[in-house]
């Protein structure tokens, strides 16, 4: 059965740093692309990374980029989102997705359920 399920999440002080977990399971993740959504209350949806299945390039939003950096751990399944420099506004609900490649069409299938994450001082 695919699951994703993502951990990691907590509250933080601005300027801080915080890494998330997206661990997968019933299909291996080198053989798909897995995005980083985030979602505050009253907010649309927002696309933070996709990590490529091959050759594994990751694309950033303009809003994350030199701050949050994604790494994937094949032997573990799991994806990561290291974040940094982080501001009160990044504060939201963290999913991972998956897709079949990192395009800006590309339909994601399976969602996780969610780790929050808190940036206040």
């Known amino acids: 059965q695919v699951q994703l399920v993502e951990s990691g999440g907590g509250l933080v002080q601005p300027g801080g740093s915080l890494r998330l977990s997206c661990v997968a399971s019933?299909?291996?993740?080198?053989?798909?692309?897995i995005g980083w959504f985030r979602q505050a209350p009253g907010k649309q949806r927002e696309g933070l990374s996709c990590?490529?299945?091959?050759?594994?390039?990751?694309v950033y939003a303009d809003s994350v980029k030199g701050r949050f950096t994604v790494s994937r751990d094949n032997a573990k399944n799991t994806i990561y989102l290291q974040m940094s420099s982080l501001k009160p506004e990044d504060t939201a609900t963290y999913y991972c997705?998956?897709?079949?490649?990192?395009?800006?069409?590309?339909?994601?299938?399976?969602w996780g359920q969610g780790t929050q994450v808190t940036v206040s001082s």
């Open positions: 997705a998956r897709a079949s490649a990192c395009l800006s069409t590309t339909s994601y299938d399976y």
């Open positions: 019933g299909f291996k993740l080198e053989q798909f692309a």
């Open positions: 990590i490529s299945n091959t050759p594994g390039s990751v």
